[in-house]
């Protein structure tokens, strides 16, 4: 598929996929959700990718939904919501979840909607300290979708997640990281180069490693404390058959910078 909304760009283990519609402050319309879906393809087939970067080009991240995309939200009073969330929206954050590799969200200005509850949907958000996320969906009469319901007070409890999703304010990046709702706020300047040393140090881990971490932790609400002591047993266990554990355990002793395969 040519990629028009969107830019993919594998190297080295990266995979850095870039929300390109700056004109629509990188709204969604259903071609960039074809092309993001295209994209996820080709990293999900790739062995080599070791971790994921999503950014968004221009000034923004990601303002949500495009109003005007006929595709979707045309007809009126009929226009059915829920089959935007049920083709599109549900089964990206459900990929980006279930991705192997570990996913670093890059927020670098506004998001908006479901493009800011698509940043809470991977795995470490950094934010620029002048980009803002805002739950605008109360002004238009709706509910945050793109998995905000969920992920908003288990992060942030429910409290600030009432307050966030009915008055819809803007939150700072600043405040956001202060309340747990993502990792880091970075000045302006410094961002890309942060987001650049990250991504590096996640291609270069023990990728079934991450792996697993991403996996135990997203799935912990599943299980008892009982549960979930068997299921680090289980994976300790594989882990331990791994080459990249011998190499840590190699290079701790020797006291040298381990080299992990992945493998």
């Not at 570990?102 to 670098?108: K, Q």
């Not at 355990?249 to 493998?263: I, Y």
């Amino acid at each position: 598929m040519t990629h028009v909304t969107i830019l993919l760009q594998i190297r080295n283990g990266i995979a850095r996929l870039t929300l390109n519609r700056p004109e629509r402050l990188n709204s969604f319309n259903t071609q960039m959700h074809e092309e993001v879906g295209d994209a996820l393809s080709q990293i999900e087939q790739d062995r080599n990718v070791r971790v994921l970067v999503l950014s968004g080009a221009g000034r923004g991240f990601c303002a949500g939904q495009d109003l005007s995309d006929p595709a979707i939200v045309s007809g009126g009073d009929s226009v059915d919501l829920g089959l935007a969330i049920e083709k599109y929206y549900a089964p990206l954050v459900l990929r980006l979840r279930g991705l192997r590799a570990p996913v670093l969200c890059a927020v670098n200005g506004v998001a908006a909607g479901a493009g800011a509850n698509l940043a809470l949907a991977c795995d470490i958000v950094i934010a620029k300290k002048s980009a803002s996320f805002i739950q605008s969906f109360c002004k238009l009469g709706l509910i945050p979708d793109t998995g905000g319901t969920y992920v908003l007070p288990r992060l942030i409890g429910t409290a600030r997640a009432m307050g966030l999703a009915l008055l819809g304010d803007k939150l700072s990046a600043e405040q956001a990281a202060e309340w747990g709702m993502i990792w880091r706020c970075i000045d302006d300047a410094d961002f890309d180069s942060v987001i650049d040393k990250t991504a590096q140090q996640l291609a270069e881990a023990p990728t079934q490693g991450l792996a697993c971490i991403k996996e135990a932790i997203l799935s912990s609400g599943l299980r008892t404390l009982e549960q979930q002591l068997n299921h680090e047993r289980c994976a300790m266990r594989d882990l331990g058959r791994t080459s990249d554990y011998k190499e840590g355990v190699a290079a701790f002793l020797e006291k040298r910078t381990p080299s992990f395969t992945g493998k």
